[in-house]
């Protein structure tokens, strides 16, 4: 197979897993013509359609179809065979693809970019935020970043955060028209902010617990979204109560006071951040670096490089 040839097959490859040539293109390093170029040399050398387009989406043929399913795993087998072939060396390089929750991107791996590239110039990161768990292993990813009881099976799992706890809040002006909660059971009473899980699209049952005992249930009130800021600033525009992660923003507009908690006694502790990846084949050096820096265990190199 001369190397144009394999070349199309892993751009194929790439649109099927992305459902969108934008995507890919954005993958590959490629402009979305010269994806579209690529695609349809490898349609003409072929004699055969492999993707159905329309304006809005782009899903494989019954061929293409066929053709994926038994390209891909060669694809991964020849990845994961050059990725071993680096790993012999010791040496960090190549690209390394990570798959996070958008809070794991923004309060873990920003803060440690620059460090890391300095710390190893030969790996490129391809950070994908992507709050819907995907699959890392069909996305071809090396690894995954996901609270800890959302993680997928058969995964090799190295904790990033400590146990998070879970706040109710809601503003003071919210509480001094409808009063404050004092057990769960209050909150059939009130006005409530639902979480809807991206991806899955289910929405969150609250969960408490007090003395070991546990309470799981709906609730119900005038929003519900799956993006973080949007239902922070419901609460803080009045609209109910919110149950969410311990997490920066909320703790300063508590202690602003323009949120307040409620509930505290009831509020339970949810796990961590995890890194994961397949326990199928060794961590290649950059991997293993990059989690080295995300748990800050490059520090005490770094501390006596700038001595």
Same mark, same amino acid.
């Given at each position: 197979?001369?190397? %144009? ?10 649109? *099927?897993?992305? #459902? ?9 390093? /490629?402009?979305? %013509? ?32 066929? /053709? @994926?399913?038994?390209?891909?795993? *060669? ?10 072939? *680096? ?8 690209? /390394? ?29 391809? =950070? ?5 768990? %995907? ?7 090396? #690894?995954?970043?996901? *609270? ?8 090799? #799992? ?13 503003? $003071? ?11 769960? +059971? ?31 249930? +709906?609730?119900?009130? $005038? ?6 800021? &949007?239902? =922070? ?7 109910? =109560?919110? @149950? ?17 908690? &409620?509930?505290?006694?009831? %509020? ?6 995890? /890194?994961? @990846? ?6 290649? $050096?950059?991997?293993?670096?990059? =989690? ?16």
């Amino acid at each position: 197979m001369r190397g %144009s040839e394999f070349a199309e097959l892993k751009a194929f490859a790439a649109v *099927v897993e992305r #459902a969108s040539f934008a995507r890919a293109a954005d993958h590959l390093g /490629l402009s979305a %013509s010269a994806l579209s170029q690529t695609i349809r040399q490898l349609e003409g050398r072929l004699g055969v359609r492999l993707l159905n387009r329309t304006t809005r989406s782009v899903a494989p043929t019954t061929a293409g179809s066929r /053709l @994926y399913e038994r390209i891909a795993p *060669v694809i991964v087998e020849m990845d994961a065979a050059v990725a071993d072939a *680096v790993a012999s060396t010791g040496r960090a390089a190549g690209t /390394l693809r990570i798959n996070t929750l958008g809070m794991a991107a923004k309060k873990i791996i920003a803060p440690r970019l620059g460090r890391f590239h300095r710390a190893h110039p030969d790996v490129v990161l391809d =950070i994908v935020i992507d709050d819907g768990l %995907s699959d890392v292993v069909a996305g071809r990813f090396d #690894a995954g970043i996901r *609270v800890g009881e959302r993680l997928e099976k058969d995964m090799i #799992a190295v904790r990033l955060t400590p146990d998070v706890r879970m706040l109710a809040v809601a503003s $003071p002006g919210y509480l001094a028209l409808r009063g404050e909660p004092k057990a769960p +059971a209050d909150l059939h009473r009130h006005a409530c902010i639902n979480w809807r899980f991206p991806g899955s699209g289910r929405i969150y049952r609250w969960e408490f617990e007090k003395k070991k005992k546990k309470l799981e249930m +709906a609730v119900e009130g $005038p929003l519900i979204s799956n993006h973080q800021d &949007v239902v =922070i600033e419901g609460a803080l525009q009045g609209l109910g =109560i919110l @149950y969410a992660y311990d997490n920066d923003r909320v703790v300063e507009e508590i202690e602003r006071g323009r949120l307040k908690r &409620v509930l505290a006694h009831w %509020s339970i502790t949810s796990p961590g951040l995890y /890194l994961y @990846y397949s326990n199928r084949r060794h961590p290649q $050096p950059a991997l293993r670096a990059f =989690i080295d820096c995300l748990l800050d265990r490059d520090e005490p190199a770094r501390r006596r490089q700038l001595k």
